[in-house]
């Protein structure tokens, strides 16, 4: 009898390393996250003359010059040659903190994240980059299975919605929200500002040649919400 006891707490130990083995390969996540906070930007509203409605915020019209191409939601800038200098986008999303709630409820429920935001105070989207920015991978064999699942979360959310961000910024003052600069195969630069408001997140997407940090800031800080589009 106790010989067959001995056996089977063999077996289920045998099991449960085979377990956590098969967990910790199929979760393994060999990438590191590098986004790195580089500032803060104080950033206030300076009405305009001449707005542009679009998909929920007024915004100063400087694309006079472009073309909104609708099959894209954009507005394009052209050069003689007809190649494309600049593009202009704004739309109007989720926050990523809704989205890590409701990433891939296959790998930990929604329940299991929001225990998680709650007990390190993540509340807004600013607050989850700042915890993704300083994320590190700690994952060893002998972490719990729910430690090892969470750890492929965080990892996975990245990739798939903060694709190519290299460093942000922090926007503060009259609008809350974050400047995303993304990684450059060529010239092209690529900026993201998220605007946070009313439990949405704007995004206007910059991308072209001869954009500036500066600039892109100066037409954002004109920014309305909740108008109507005309």
Same mark, same amino acid.
């Given at each position: 009898?106790?010989?067959?006891?001995?056996?089977?707490?063999?077996?289920?130990?045998?099991?449960?390393?085979?377990?956590?083995?098969?967990?910790?390969?199929?979760?393994?996540?060999?990438?590191?996250?590098?986004?790195?906070?580089?500032?803060?930007?104080?950033?206030?509203?300076?009405?305009?003359?001449?707005?542009?409605?679009?998909?929920?915020?007024?915004?100063?019209?400087?694309?006079?010059?472009?073309?909104? @191409?609708?099959?894209?939601?954009?507005?394009?800038?052209?050069?003689?040659?007809?190649?494309?200098?600049?593009?202009?986008?704004?739309?109007?999303? *989720?926050?990523?903190? &809704?989205?890590?709630?409701?990433?891939?409820?296959?790998?930990?429920?929604?329940?299991?994240?929001?225990?998680?935001?709650?007990?390190?105070?993540?509340?807004?989207?600013?607050?989850?980059?700042?915890?993704?920015?300083?994320?590190?991978?700690?994952? *060893?064999?002998?972490?719990?299975?729910?430690?090892?699942?969470?750890?492929?979360?965080?990892?996975?959310?990245?990739?798939?919605?903060?694709?190519?961000?290299?460093?942000?910024?922090?926007?503060?003052?009259?609008?809350?929200?974050?400047?995303?600069?993304?990684?450059?195969?060529? @010239?092209?630069?690529?900026?993201?500002?998220?605007?946070?408001?009313?439990?949405?997140?704007?995004?206007?997407?910059?991308?072209?040649?001869?954009? *500036?940090?500066?600039?892109?800031?100066?037409?954002?800080?004109?920014?309305?919400? *909740?108008?109507? @589009? &005309?």
């Amino acid at each position: 009898m106790k010989k067959k006891i001995i056996i089977i707490i063999i077996c289920i130990f045998v099991l449960l390393i085979v377990n956590k083995l098969f967990l910790y390969n199929n979760y393994l996540v060999p990438q590191d996250i590098n986004i790195e906070n580089i500032g803060e930007i104080d950033l206030k509203h300076k009405d305009a003359k001449d707005y542009l409605n679009y998909n929920g915020i007024k915004i100063r019209n400087d694309f006079k010059k472009y073309v909104f @191409e609708e099959d894209e939601g954009s507005y394009v800038l052209y050069n003689k040659d007809e190649d494309i200098i600049n593009t202009f986008s704004v739309y109007e999303v *989720n926050t990523l903190l &809704q989205i890590f709630k409701e990433y891939d409820n296959d790998i930990l429920n929604e329940k299991y994240i929001e225990r998680f935001l709650k007990d390190n105070n993540i509340n807004n989207d600013i607050e989850l980059l700042e915890y993704l920015s300083n994320y590190k991978n700690n994952i *060893n064999y002998f972490s719990s299975n729910k430690e090892i699942k969470f750890n492929f979360y965080v990892y996975q959310f990245v990739y798939d919605v903060l694709p190519l961000i290299d460093e942000y910024k922090i926007i503060k003052g009259d609008y809350t929200g974050i400047l995303l600069f993304h990684d450059n195969y060529e @010239e092209e630069k690529s900026i993201d500002i998220m605007l946070l408001n009313d439990g949405m997140r704007y995004v206007l997407s910059f991308n072209g040649f001869d954009i *500036n940090e500066n600039n892109i800031l100066d037409v954002v800080g004109t920014v309305i919400f *909740n108008e109507e @589009e &005309q």
